[in-house]
């Protein structure tokens, strides 16, 4: 109980300045001024005050002053009550808020896996690509090898051998091709390894074929078989002193081939024992076509 009247007490000092408090007093104040109209009424009518004053009072002011204060404080719980209502309802709606984002996040989740997954696959696509391109630049890779090893390959002439069919710088393609199918044919132009020095190749032009017997006389004469070859290749008449090993009759062996350079009293070939007779598998491939110093094919057949 006593604790109830500090309260009330507390309550009412907290609200002594209170203008709701103020707007009652005044309320009271014009209550108190109507009543002492009535009662100067009832004094005319002959009627006495202080008698009806007793049966019409039920509660005493000071009563009704402190009934007054109970209901302020009352009205104080009430509001304290209604904003604690309104901070757990706060509450529950930010708890409700919450749980509404919680219920969302499954959703930005998918948001967030789609695009992991997109970048992912974005990721592999890439990858793929490029060993797409990797595999790409490897085929091309393997087919000029390929193309280089055993079909053909460009190559440049150095030195004058075999004027005026071919000069110092023209470029050339050698076909490896043919001579895996067909053998060689006279008249050929022909590359193949110089075996007294690494990574030197000499091209030439093929004059006798295997089994036939090559000879050179004293005016240059070139014979196949004792009989004269017909040919126009050579730039000019061989000296004698050219004449080589042809000199003598040379008879060639089943896989053996007799060559010389047009340029006949120029020319390093068959004639000197340092290169001599050149054997099938020695030629690197036969020169088709050239690219420089007149364009076309060289062999008079495919002109």
């Known amino acids: 109980m006593k604790d109830d009247n500090e309260r009330v007490e507390a309550l009412n000092a907290i609200f002594d300045d209170d203008p709701a408090k103020k707007a009652r007093e005044k309320e009271i104040e014009k209550l108190e001024k109507k009543r002492e109209k009535q009662l100067a009424k009832l004094k005319k009518k002959g009627i006495d005050p202080e008698q009806k004053k007793e049966e019409t009072e039920t509660i005493p002011s000071e009563q009704a002053e402190t009934e007054e204060k109970n209901e302020a404080a009352s009205d104080v719980v009430n509001e304290a009550g209604e904003t604690v209502t309104n901070y757990f309802a706060d509450s529950d709606a930010s708890s409700n808020t919450h749980v509404l984002e919680e219920e969302e996040q499954p959703g930005k989740k998918k948001k967030k896996d789609k695009k992991k997954k997109k970048q992912e696959k974005e990721e592999i696509n890439i990858v793929k690509d490029l060993i797409s391109l990797a595999l790409y630049i490897l085929a091309i890779v393997a087919v000029c090898w390929l193309i280089l090893t055993y079909v053909g390959q ?77 040919e126009d290749y050579g730039k000019e ?25 047009d340029n006949r009293n120029n ?37």
């Not at 150095?158 to 008249?187: A, C, Q, V």
């Not at 032009?205 to 240059?220: C, F, K, N, S």
């Not at 008449?237 to 350079?261: K, W």
Request: aromatic share 12%.
């Open 237 to 261: 008449v061989i000296e004698e002193n050219h004449r080589g090993l042809a000199a003598e009759p040379v008879t060639l062996g089943d896989d053996e081939y007799f060559v010389m350079g």
């Open 154 to 230: 460009r190559t440049e002439v150095s030195g004058d051998s075999m004027n005026d069919t071919l000069h110092n710088g023209d470029s050339l393609w050698i076909d490896k091709l043919s001579y895996h199918f067909k053998d060689p044919e006279r008249f050929d132009i022909v590359v193949f390894p110089y075996e007294e020095e690494d990574d030197t190749y000499y091209i030439k032009r093929i004059i006798g074929l295997p089994g036939e017997t090559v000879y050179i006389d004293e005016d240059g004469v070139i014979y196949i078989n004792d009989e004269p070859l017909e």
């Open 267 to 303: 020319s390093r070939d068959s004639r000197l024992s340092d290169v001599g007779n050149i054997h099938k598998n020695k030629f690197v491939g036969k020169a088709v076509f050239r690219f420089t110093g007149g364009f076309g094919f060289l062999n008079k057949e495919e002109q």
